[in-house]
């Protein structure tokens, strides 16, 4: 699993009914980085942007902090969900591995019997 970053600054404007343009004011930033962070186009914010970002929304009344802005989502790997799809498809589709009855073919096993190699695995009989 791994995470991506999620910025939040869009819902955060709407829920307070504030612009883009008067976030840019409060927190004395050009407006095209407002924009570019309410429409999640960055690839990575810097520390002084976030600060800026926060003592902008505490001066248009609202509390917000760094959180508020600034989500970590998990993101399921492929090679995790394949992996999971692929144990679901050996276990019979069902995630507690119970296959429905008479599903289950008996298998022909070759080799010796298993009494025969336990006692190298027990360990020492006493």
Do not use: C, F
């Not at 991506?4 to 819902?11: K, N, P, S, V």
């Not at 498809?89 to 010796?112: F, H, I, N, Y």
């Amino acid at each position: 699993m791994t995470g991506q970053m999620h910025i939040e600054l869009a819902g955060l404007l709407s829920r307070h009914k504030i612009t883009q343009k008067q976030l840019a004011q409060a927190a004395r930033m050009r407006p095209a980085t407002v924009n570019a962070l309410y429409n999640a186009r960055v690839e990575r914010v810097e520390m002084s942007t976030l600060v800026d970002l926060v003592i902008g929304l505490r001066r248009l009344g609202i509390q917000a902090d760094v959180g508020d802005i600034l989500q970590v989502i998990d993101v399921p790997d492929n090679v995790e969900g394949a992996a999971r799809e692929r144990a679901l498809r050996l276990l019979g589709g069902e995630p507690w591995g119970l296959k429905p009855m008479g599903m289950a073919q008996p298998v022909p096993v070759s080799g010796p019997p298993i009494e025969d190699i336990l006692h190298e695995h027990r360990g020492p009989e006493i």
